[in-house]
């Protein structure tokens, strides 16, 4: 079953050039562990769900662009058909000449209904030249005005001319520090309408992205390439084909559904994360090795101290002796130590895969007490390795591990809104206050929810 990727805005599309690049390089890189047979239906798998083929056998990627601007797209078709190796559709692009700038409420109230037929046509022409859709995957930022206003929008609207396929939104978490002074807003505006309207947000945090590159990649000078090509990787460990129950050579038909069914047992609980181990350079990667044992332990202990990645884990939280149910709501003022699950998908990739111990993730004590085990942690393997890793494993969570980030980019949202700070700016493009009201409601629900796992 393929999947539509929709890339809105600047930060969609340069991410998913990056993903598109990844999945067809890994999927055309031959693997000694695995026979010809295995190799041919790994690349087939990967590419019934990513691309679609041309006449002259180049083949094209199952996406539709979007942005405001034409410059991003016009870089992203070009480095794309320099690469020799796949590219975009000549027709599967839509730019204007005006931005939103970092308007969320302009991208989707005035960009959205302005172009809404235009766009929606042209993913129309995508998922009809799919045999069979397995779903969306809509990649776009929270911050900016067309990426997550716009993404917004048309996410809607898929849900209202989809209702029956899949929608899952990788959506960038923003710096800290933050990048425009209105991104609490356009954040908090863009979370609360994807909840309404998306089946999954698997999320990724700048602040996190960026300290992989500094500390396990050892990039000096950080780029935005950088950062998207460490994402792609996270994104390519998940999507790229794994074996069915069925065995070897039968590779899974329905990702995004299995996925969904997996990962969020209730509509309540949508925000998924992704952790990968190892992930280094290629030039230390040369002169590494690993144990199934080692990564799955770094793996599990990074999962439940709420570590991104591998440097700087705190083995010092455990989990609790008991899984009683706690009286009231946990206060967000009291640490969060230890990352408490809904439910955990564990992909595992390389040599020796059937031979790891999975035992450490199948421990109750690790999951919300509504959630058999059984029913929480899910395991998919392949001893294809993945992107020039003899071993590697990807954990796709749904669990506290955004709580904080929420809670406090919905603090500052309502600090400002409380005093009217830049609400005019909103107002005049049709965003009520009372839209802010019902955002603050949804996304405060959502924090009290997973706070009382």
């Known amino acids: 079953m393929s999947i539509v990727t929709v890339q809105l805005g600047q930060c ?29 239906a790994y690349q087939a798998s990967c590419k019934e769900r990513f691309f679609s083929e041309e006449e002259n ?15 991003v797209i016009n870089q992203t078709l070009s480095k794309a058909a320099q690469s020799g190796r796949w590219k975009y559709g000549q027709h599967s692009c839509f730019c204007q000449k005006q931005g939103s700038g970092n308007n969320w409420a302009y991208g989707y109230s005035v960009h959205g209904p302005r172009h809404e037929e235009s766009i929606m046509n042209l993913i129309q022409k995508e998922v009809e030249k799919c045999d069979s859709l397995s779903g969306f995957f809509i990649i776009m930022s929270m911050a900016g005005g067309t990426g997550s206003g716009l993404g917004a929008f048309v996410t809607q609207n898929l849900q209202d001319q989809y209702s029956h396929s899949l929608k899952m939104n990788q959506i960038i978490w923003p710096y800290g520090t933050g990048e425009i002074i209105v991104q609490n807003y356009n ?86 994360g992704v952790r990968n181990i190892p992930q280094m350079s290629e030039n230390s990667l040369a002169y590494s090795t690993f144990t199934w044992a080692g990564l799955l332990k770094h793996l599990r202990q990074m999962l439940i101290s709420n570590a991104k990645m591998e440097e700087g884990i705190d083995w010092q939280v455990r989990p609790p002796v008991s899984r009683l149910p706690t009286l009231g709501k946990m206060s967000l003022n009291k640490e969060l130590h230890f990352n408490t699950s809904i439910a955990n998908l564990l992909i595992l990739r390389g040599k020796d895969v059937h031979s790891a111990d999975l035992g450490g993730f199948k421990d109750p004590a690790l999951y919300t007490s509504w959630l058999e085990p059984v029913n929480a942690f899910n395991v998919w393997k392949t001893q294809r390795s993945f992107n020039k890793y003899e071993k ?51 996304l405060e629900q959502v924090v009290a929810s997973y706070c009382n796992l």
């Open 12 to 40: 969609g599309n340069q991410i998913g050039f990056e993903v598109f690049d990844a999945l067809f390089r890994d999927s055309h890189c031959p693997q000694g562990l695995c026979s010809k047979r295995e190799n041919e």
């Open 57 to 71: 056998g180049v083949p094209i990627a199952r996406a539709v662009l979007v942005d405001m601007e034409p410059k």
């Open 187 to 272: 954040s908090i505006l863009t979370l609360s309408h994807l909840y309404r309207s998306s089946d999954a947000l698997l999320v990724h945090e700048n602040d996190a992205v960026h300290k992989i590159c500094a500390k396990l990649m050892n990039i000096k000078q950080i780029s935005f390439s950088d950062i998207n090509q460490v994402l792609a990787h996270q994104l390519g460990s998940v999507f790229q084909p794994t074996y069915s129950a069925e065995g070897s050579f039968h590779y899974r038909r329905n990702p995004l559904g299995d996925l969904m069914e997996n990962l969020v047992p209730h509509p309540e609980f949508k925000m998924l």
């Open 392 to 442: 590697s494993a990807a954990l796709v969570t749904n669990s506290q591990f955004l709580v904080k980030p929420l809670d406090k980019i919905v603090g500052k949202a309502w600090n400002m809104f409380a005093s009217k700070a830049y609400v005019h700016q909103y107002t005049k493009f049709g965003i009520e206050e009372e839209d802010f009201l019902d955002s603050f409601t949804l």
